[in-house]
């Protein structure tokens, strides 16, 4: 089946104590995102990655981080979290066409939480 | 830069009434539109996209959208909803792959359904 997964589902966390949301798409997609979504706000980019090797900031980058080794994962890490990065984060991919555009396909979510 | 407002962040109607969620966007170049539909503590699914060619478009679960370019406007309809339709809908346009591909979001509308 063709999805996008992420790991853990669920998380609860404490200040300072670095982690790494885990993500991975099974349909060989070039390009790959990852969102928060927080109430009011809807859903912003925090990163994204056009192939392997190649990451850029989206809109919101600051205390993140990212790296695409392979093209398959595309893990989130924070460093040192802090509680205002509560939230729900979403992982998606796409396959780059010769428009320039296509539709995302997401993860399941990840809901972190840091005390 | 683009945008997407969709009017209405809860809409109500009666099982078997006509639904629809409003989206209005901006853009300089011409859009790549997209709706997708969130159920509770699920990932982003699509529902229909419209990227160039005929104006309505049909999606899953009975739902349609029609791009109106001189109102600016992907409206998006359903012409009797079922209680299962309940969930949170995103309007979204798409940035091209040379600008970033990211998707940019709407503040989403929650639709209830009434028995």
């Known amino acids: 089946e063709a999805q996008v997964t992420q790991n853990p589902r669920y998380l609860i966390t404490v200040t300072g104590k670095k982690l790494t949301v885990t993500c991975s798409q099974n349909?060989?997609?070039?390009?790959m995102s990852w969102y928060r979504q927080d109430p009011g706000l809807g859903l912003r980019q925090i990163y994204y990655?056009?192939?392997?090797?190649?990451?850029d900031k989206g809109d919101v980058p600051e205390g993140y981080k990212v790296s695409r080794k392979e093209k398959r994962n595309f893990p989130l890490i924070l460093e040192s979290p802090s509680p205002n990065q509560t939230s729900l984060y979403f992982c998606?991919?796409?396959?780059?066409?010769?428009?320039?555009?296509?539709?995302?396909?997401f993860g399941p979510g990840t809901r972190l939480t840091v005390l | 830069a683009q945008s997407v407002t969709q009017l209405g962040s809860h809409v109500s109607v009666s099982e078997g009434a006509l639904v629809l969620l409003r989206c209005n966007y901006s853009s300089s170049v011409p859009p790549y539109l997209f709706w997708y539909v969130q159920y509770p503590n699920q990932g982003l699914q699509l529902l229909l996209k419209y990227t160039t060619g005929a104006t309505l478009v049909k999606g899953i679960n009975g739902f349609e959208a029609e791009f109106k370019k001189s109102e600016t406007s992907f409206h998006l309809t359903k012409p009797s909803a079922h209680m299962s339709d309940a969930a949170e809908y995103f309007c979204a346009v798409s940035e091209p792959y040379n600008q970033g591909g990211k998707l940019i979001f709407g503040q989403g509308t929650e639709l209830s359904v009434k028995p």
């Open positions: 990655s056009m192939n392997v090797e190649v990451t």
């Open positions: 349909m060989n997609h070039e390009y």
């Open positions: 998606a991919s796409s396959l780059r066409t010769s428009t320039g555009y296509n539709e995302q396909f």
